[in-house]
């Protein structure tokens, strides 16, 4: 089985910030696959079709791995077999970055899941949202909305990602980094 989680705040109020980018990325997959995110289990709403766990943790960001562990030992998940997709501001907006592991590079929701599971050895996509300018809060910054300028290029990367999510499943790891790794 394979456990694909989307990091992002609950609630109408988060629904399309920057922050959310992990959770607007699994709704893609999930509406491509035809997986219904409903169910609430671990403090996560999830979806499983098949071989394929769809997960939105519910506790707020910088405790996602309050529903992460639990979800990973209930159904017996690998953490090669886990994928957490996230946003991430030390990248361009546009880009992705697939990693095989890697630190939580100052993401709350990523040192939530690490410190959970007591590794960092697994996969993750990481969505460019693009660094706020200096005099800018960050918090501001990651709980506000893609501006309208911004729009088309953040929808072009949503469905990049949900066909690298695509590649992973179908094709493995290796094959999703080498089409997907590319600049925007």
């Known amino acids: 089985m394979r456990m694909i989680v989307g990091l992002g705040n609950p609630g109408t109020r988060f629904q399309y910030t920057r922050h959310n980018v992990g959770f607007m990325a699994v709704d893609g997959f999930a509406r491509r696959r035809g997986i219904n995110i409903t169910d609430l289990k671990f403090k996560a709403l999830v979806g499983k079709k098949g071989d394929l766990l769809l997960v939105k943790p519910q506790t707020f960001m910088n405790l996602s791995g309050e ?8 159904f017996k998940i690998e ?7 996230y946003d991430d501001m030390d990248i361009p907006l546009g880009e992705l970055r697939i990693k095989p ?4 590079g100052g993401h709350n929701g990523m040192k939530s899941i690490i410190e959970q599971l007591g590794r960092e050895d697994f996969p993750r996509i990481r969505i460019g ?16 909305i893609f501006s309208k300028e ?3 290029t953040i929808t072009d ?6 066909d690298a ?4 499943v179908g094709e493995g790891l290796d ?9 925007a």
């Open 129 to 144: 949202i693009g660094r706020p300018d200096p005099t800018r809060d960050v918090v501001d910054y990651v709980l506000r």
């Open 101 to 104: 592991k890697g630190s939580a």
């Open 67 to 74: 529903s992460v562990m639990p979800l990973m030992n209930y």
């Open 175 to 183: 094959s999703a980094m080498n089409k997907y790794n590319k600049r």
């Open 157 to 162: 990367t949503l469905i990049r990602a949900v």
């Open 79 to 85: 953490p090669q077999d886990l994928m957490v997709v």
């Open 150 to 152: 911004e729009m088309p």
């Open 165 to 168: 999510l695509e590649t992973w």
